[in-house]
């Protein structure tokens, strides 16, 4: 119940190109869905997060998109660039009692020029 | 914003001796930090979650006694890898949580390569 399920596992798009990752859950207690960005040699930076209050949530290119009667959530990266070319990473968690973060597979993004 | 800085970024050490992995947390109180491991290609796996002040819970199979950690005040905790062994290589990273607005905030992470 704990898990998370993420895909694709890697991604490819030319540059201009929406990238879309996918994650679903299954803990319903879980109530932070954060999305993390990773480089090579480098730890996560977080990239947008999203409550189970709202079903969408934009800053700048990123947009995340969440289904709570579906259990899922996702990642839209609009305009890929080859900077986004990265691992990403969603994760969720039960904020309210300070729990760990349970993280998805992973998806490695490239952006080709 | 919060920032968490770890040290070394990159450490080499050899068979048998200790290493000792610093994380701060930089401008805020870390209430809890965690340690993960993470392999090439592969997701985080979390080693052990430690609050100020108490002892550190381990996750099934990390083995408390040759990693461990201290988390002595709310801005710094470490993790030693003791007896390093080839098999320990990897990449170690820590995240602190400090509540409000913060969330989670990750470390740069440290290569460990055991020679």
């Known amino acids: 119940q704990q898990q998370v399920k993420q895909s694709p596992q890697s991604l490819i798009v030319q540059k201009g190109g929406i990238s879309i990752i996918n994650c679903a859950y299954e803990n319903t207690a879980f109530d932070y869905f954060p999305w993390y960005q990773q480089f090579p040699g480098k730890g996560p930076a977080l990239l947008i997060a999203?409550?189970?209050?709202?079903s969408e949530k934009k800053e700048g290119r990123f947009t995340i998109s969440f289904n709570k009667s579906a259990k899922q959530f996702s990642l839209h990266i609009m305009d890929s660039q080859p900077g986004d070319s990265a691992t990403y990473f969603c994760a969720a968690s039960i904020e309210t009692s300070g729990s760990r973060l349970t993280f998805g597979e992973g998806t490695q993004l490239t952006v080709n020029p | 914003g919060a920032v968490v800085s770890q040290h070394p970024s990159r450490v080499i050490c050899k068979s048998g001796t200790s290493v000792k992995i610093e994380c701060r947390s930089l401008?805020?109180?870390?209430?809890?930090m965690f340690w993960y491991r993470q392999f090439p290609k592969q997701s985080l796996m979390l080693m052990a979650t430690s609050n100020e002040g108490s002892k550190a819970t381990y996750e099934q199979g990390v083995e408390k006694d040759k990693f461990l950690i201290n988390h002595a005040s709310l801005t710094l905790s470490t993790l030693t890898v003791t007896s390093a062994h080839p098999e320990d290589s990897s990449f170690y990273i820590c995240s602190a949580r400090g509540g409000g607005i913060y969330g989670y905030t990750f470390g740069s992470g440290t290569r460990l390569t055991v020679v």
């Open positions: 999203i409550r189970p209050d709202v």
């Open positions: 401008d805020f109180q870390a209430t809890t």
